[in-house]
Structures are given as C-alpha cells and as structure tokens.
C-alpha cells in the first residue's frame, strides 16, 4: 500500500536534520555537480516542480540498516521513520544548500570535489523569471571569487556586510527566521532608499514562494515486501546503477534486530564476502586476480546464487518448498540464519572446485570457459559432501563438466539450467538415475572446429584445456608435459602452428587458418622460435631440444599433431588429421560421438 502526499520543504528537510528521514544503507552515495545544485535551487525559488519522492515507512518485515543523508549530523542515533528510496541527490543538494551552516561538498564540471556556499542575486531574482538560473551563484569555502589563477579577487563575501553590499543573499539562511531578519536590517542599512522596496520584491518572489515550496511524496507502507523495495527502487531510478541484490542483502542483514542483539553489533555482509573471496582467489586465481577487486572472477552473486541452490533444494526435501531456484526473489528471500549457516558449506564447496578445475588443467580466470557454470557445481558439492570423491562421481561430474563447455550449454540465460542441473545431477551422482539434460541433450558438431577462433568462445577454452590435460609437452620446454602449475610461469598460451606469415603466400588449400585446429598451448620462449614455415621452425627446434629426430616426434605428437605434416608443410594433412584428432578427444571428454563429419564419414564409406 503506498499514499501520496505533499509536505513543505521546510518540514522535509527538518525531518533529514533530526535524523527522521534516513536512507537504507543500500544506497549509493552520490553527489551532484555545482552547476546541477544551482539548476534545482533555482527550481525550488521559482516553484516549479520539483518530481517526486518516494519512502518507506519503516517498523515492518522488510529492514534495513539505515544511514543519514550527507551533511546530516542529528544528536546520538535517532531511528528513521521514513527511508528515502528515491530523491537522494535532490534532497542532499537542497539540504546541504539551503539547511545546513556549512559549504556543500560537490564538484565540478570536471568532477573535482570543490566546496560551495549558494547565493541568489536580489537585484536579478526580482527580474523575469527566465533570468532565475543567472541569479544564483556559487562561492568556494572562503567565500572569496577568484581569478587569474587565484591572483585577483573579484568577488569578497567573507561578512554579511560584503554579502549585503554585493546585494547576495546567502541561501543556507533562508529557513532560519532570526538570522534572515538580521541579515535584513543590514541590508537594508546598507541603503535604505534603494534597498527597502527590493526587499520587500526579493521576500515575496524569492522566500516565501522557497518557504511554502511543497514535495510531492509516495509513502510506501512498512508492509512492503522486500521484492517489491527492490522493484521499485530499480523503476523508479533508471537513470542510475542497477540495484545490486549484494547491497540489498547488505541492508537488511545489518537491520536484522534479531542479530544484533545476540551479537552486539550489525552483521557485516561485505566484510564476511570479503574473506571468503580473498581465501578462495588467494588459493585459485582462476576465481579472479586480487588487483582486479571483489566482483572481478567469482562475484558475490555466484555465491549467493549457490546458497539460494542448496537452500531450496533442502526445503524441497523436507517439504517446505516446491522447487530448487536461484532467482532474484530467491536471494531476496534469503535470510540472515540461513546465510550464516550455508556460506561456510558453499566456502569449502568453491575451494572444492578450485581444486577440481585444477584437475581439468584450468587455473587462470582467462582460460575458464564458463563462469556460471561453477554455480550449480559448488551447489551440488555442498549437497552431496563427500560422495562427490568417489571414482565414479568424479568421473560423471567430469562428462557434465565438459558436455555443458564443449555444447556450449550455458551460453544463454542460466537459471533454468542451474535448476535443472542440481536436480538431476543429484541424484544422477546419488543412484544412477538418468544423465542431467546439460550430458544428454550436448552435442559438438565437428564443422564447429572449423569456427573456432577466439576466447569468447567456451569450447575453444575447453579444448585448450583438454589439450595441456591430456598431456601436451612443450616445444622448448620439453622435460615433462605442462601443468597446471607451469602456465603462467611459461607464459603459456594459445599459438598459432603453422604462422600467419605462411598463408600470405597462399597455402591454406582453402581451409580455415585461424580456428582452434591450427592452435596449441605453447610457451611464449617456444612461440619466439615459430618463424617461417613449420619445417624450417622445427628443425631449430629440434637441434635446440638435443633430442633425436623422432623423439621430437612423440612431443609433437602429445598435441595430436602429425608431424609428417609438419615437417612437408602439408596444411590440408595436417588440419584433415588434427580435425579428427580433436574431435577425439572432444568425443572423449563428453563420452558421446560428434556430428555431421561423422555422418559424413559414414556415408561415403
């Protein structure tokens, strides 16, 4: 349930002064410019419309951590009636402005914090309205305008008498009855003759059209869910950041009254994400690089997105829910208890599968093909514990790992999948029973090598990583096969077999140069030796490494190359070759046969 209402500005900024009228602490704070500030001043002193502002009644089911609004400092820690969910800017800039005894902090055009007093020009204020905007100006902190690098004055309204000869009246006075009558008197010494009739012009066009200046305000009810805060806030601030569900967790869990008073103090969500992330980055980097920040690699959605998994899927068992499901409203209705209990499960869960993408030879947040993907499998590790270690469990996690990246099955909206996956991997893991859609329903069309040829592609990440998994050595470092450990110490990465260089002269037979057939994981130290044709290349190669012939041979061989084609510069060999070896080793990760060159084979035989 929601009123409308319109209450005197006066009364609304008295209520952010004492504390009554707070802002959930999901709020972003934010801070309009100089020239924005002047442009809804000059709104407020013409009367015009000022667009509404919504709250929310505080005392209900849905609670938040509240804050004050910037420049409010009311005595001990007042509890808020009311929550400002949208005109935060507006409000804030005509508080700091027009209410409080101190300079606005803002910024400029450039975005460089600076300090402001706010004047309005008598003299222009009683002119055509279109004029307003002109007549209100801005002052750094010391009240003195400068220019010329700040050598010449040109504006000094440092004493009331300054402001009263300049003819500026000093906006943040306006409410305050006393003080705008002292400054009167002054103004009016200053030249009775001239400055009486203006005054009484400015008071009537200027002040009181400010002091009886309404707010049109939506009062949401205490009752409303916290879904439809979300909704709301979201709809009815368009213009900003999308409301992160992170930070509306973040408020609610730090009102939880419940909490706090077993505690002692508010529950810290972000400081509690901040050490689970940091332990599991610091351990996998392939969760996100340290300097990239918290929601760089595994963000705190993903984890939350698991909890709600594990969560539903026990209310389902016990009867208490329907379905299994990590949608919005799910994490909105996630509770504090809950959390608390499930994030160390899902902690331990993550570091899991850190260790399983290790085994998967996939350890750099570059080479991951799927993010999502880790969601339903931690959800599925908190579900099952340990029964995921048996031989048999790892080795049917693995076929569902590797069909939904090389059928590129979570490309598309997730959720759904998330579902579905834990409720069919479960029990698929648990008794036998039939393979999740994401095994059954994945194919990888062999023409799909063909089309290979960047990172944004999943597949082309996983057969990278099936690739160093099933033994690659590299070609200087040819001691023992990569490891995961060895990548980013040999600068490991995807090169090109037979170089770009080689095709300018026309070699390709018409086949495809740039796709995943023509690649491998190679060393940057064995990538700088890749100069000219493949059999010139080699042969550096060969006597660099000290080994025999053909013992080079079996190195390349570990990359499903053959090496005939190699040595002859036979591209159409060696791609027709490499294709059906990849397409092998993709059959044998996902443990069904590939498409359409299959067939094809099948037909012509």
């Known amino acids: 349930m929601a009123a409308l209402d319109n209450v005197k500005l006066r009364d609304v900024l008295a209520d952010v002064a004492s504390g009554s009228l707070q802002l959930p602490d999901f709020q972003r704070t934010w801070k309009w410019d100089d020239d924005r500030i002047r442009a809804i001043i000059a709104t407020v002193t013409l009367d015009y419309p000022l667009g509404v502002v919504m709250t929310l009644q505080t005392g209900g089911a849905t609670r938040f951590r509240s804050r004050t609004l910037t420049g409010a ?7 808020a009636d009311l929550l400002l969910l949208d005109g935060q800017q507006r409000l804030t800039s005509l508080f700091q402005a027009l209410w409080q005894d101190a300079p606005v902090e803002t910024a400029d055009a450039r975005g460089k914090p600076i300090q402001r007093w706010y004047y309005v020009d008598i003299a222009k204020a009683v002119g055509p309205p279109a004029d307003r905007d002109e007549a209100i100006l801005s002052v750094p902190a010391d009240k003195v305008l400068r220019t010329d690098f700040n050598r010449t004055v040109v504006l000094d309204l440092s004493t009331t008498q300054d402001e009263c000869a300049a003819g500026l009246f000093p906006l943040h006075l306006v409410f305050d009855a006393q003080r ?27 002040l009181q059209q400010v002091r009886a200046f309404q707010v049109p305000m939506i009062r949401l009810s205490a009752s409303t869910s916290m879904d439809a805060v979300c909704a709301v806030f979201e709809r009815v601030n368009t213009g900003g950041v999308p409301l992160n569900v992170f930070e509306l967790l973040t408020a609610t869990y730090a009102g939880d009254r419940e909490y706090v008073e077993q505690a002692g103090d508010y529950y810290q969500l972000p400081e509690v994400w901040r050490e689970i992330k940091q332990g599991l980055a610091g351990k996998y980097s392939v969760f996100g690089r340290p300097e990239g ?21 026990e209310r389902k068992q016990s009867g208490l829910g329907t379905t299994v499901s990590c949608k919005r409203r799910d994490l909105l209705d996630l509770p504090l208890t809950d959390f608390v209990r499930l994030a160390p499960k899902l902690a331990d869960a993550f570091a899991w599968v850190g260790d399983f993408l290790e085994r998967q030879c996939i350890v750099r947040p570059n080479d991951l093909p799927y993010k999502t993907q880790l969601v339903p499998l931690a959800a599925v590790r908190a579900i099952l514990d340990a029964a995921t270690d048996s031989l048999g469990a790892e080795e049917k996690i693995e076929q569902w790992y590797w069909c939904g990246v090389l059928g590129e099955m979570y490309g598309g909206s997730t959720e759904t999948r998330f579902t579905r996956d834990v409720e069919q991997l479960v029990p698929w893991i648990e008794q036998g029973d039939r393979a999740p859609d994401t095994v059954a329903d994945a194919f990888f069309f062999a023409d799909r090598l063909d089309s290979l040829t960047t990172r944004n592609s999943a597949a082309y990440k996983g057969i990278y990583a099936l690739l160093v998994k099933q033994g690659a050595v590299d070609w200087h470092y040819t001691s023992a096969p990569l490891s995961p450990g060895r990548l980013d110490e040999y600068s490991v990465n995807v090169r090109q077999i037979f170089p770009k260089t080689w095709f300018r002269r026309g070699n390709s037979q018409g086949l495809p140069t740039n796709s995943i057939v023509n690649k491998t994981p190679l060393s940057y130290r064995a990538a700088m030796d890749m100069a000219g044709s493949p059999a010139s290349y080699l042969s550096t190669m060969v006597a660099a490494s000290d080994m025999r012939p053909e013992w080079f041979d079996d190195v390349l061989a570990t990359h499903l190359i053959d090496p005939e084609a190699l040595r002859t510069n036979d591209y159409e060999r060696f791609y ?21 060159r299959d067939f094809a084979e099948a037909d012509a035989r």
Do not use: C
Not at 73 to 79: E, K, N, S
Not at 293 to 313: C, H, K, M, Y
């Open 180 to 206: 705008v009558n002292q400054w009167k008197r002054s103004y009016i010494m200053a030249d009775e003759e001239r400055n009486w009739d203006l005054w009484g012009q400015f008071d009537e066009v200027v």
């Open 576 to 596: 027709n070759d490499r294709s059906k070896q990849l397409q092998d080793l993709v059959h044998a990760a996902m443990g069904k046969k590939t498409m359409l």
């Open 293 to 313: 920040g918290l929601e760089n690699g595994l963000s705190s959605i993903d984890f939350l997105q698991a909890i709600a998994l594990v969560r539903t899927w």
């Open 73 to 79: 400092r009311p005595d001990g820690d007042p509890p």
